[in-house]
C-alpha cells in the first residue's frame, strides 16, 4: 500500500494556469515534492497512452502544469 502513499497525502488540484500551479508549488516541502514528481510522471505516463486525443491533451497539460509546480519549489 506505501506505493500509493502519494495518492493519500498529497491532493493536487487540477490547475487552471501557470500562475496557480506556481503558487501552489512554492508552498511544498521536500516530502511533497518528491510525492508530486511521481505523480506528474503517473499523470504524463496516462497520457501517452491515451486514445482519446482531448483526454491525452487535458492529461498532458495537467502533467505540464504539475511540472511548472514542482520547478517552482525548485526555484523557491
Not at 22 to 31: F, P
Not at 65 to 70: N, Q, R, T
Amino acid at each position: 500500500m506505501s506505493e500509493f502513499k502519494f495518492v493519500q497525502e498529497l491532493r493536487v488540484p487540477t490547475f487552471s494556469s501557470t500562475e496557480e500551479a506556481m503558487e501552489w508549488g512554492s508552498h511544498l516541502d521536500a516530502e511533497k515534492y518528491a510525492m508530486l514528481i511521481e505523480a506528474q510522471r503517473s499523470v504524463r505516463r496516462a497520457a501517452l497512452v491515451e486514445f482519446d486525443l482531448q483526454r491525452m491533451v487535458d492529461l498532458a497539460t495537467q502533467s505540464q502544469l504539475m511540472s511548472e509546480a514542482a520547478e517552482a519549489f525548485a526555484s523557491a
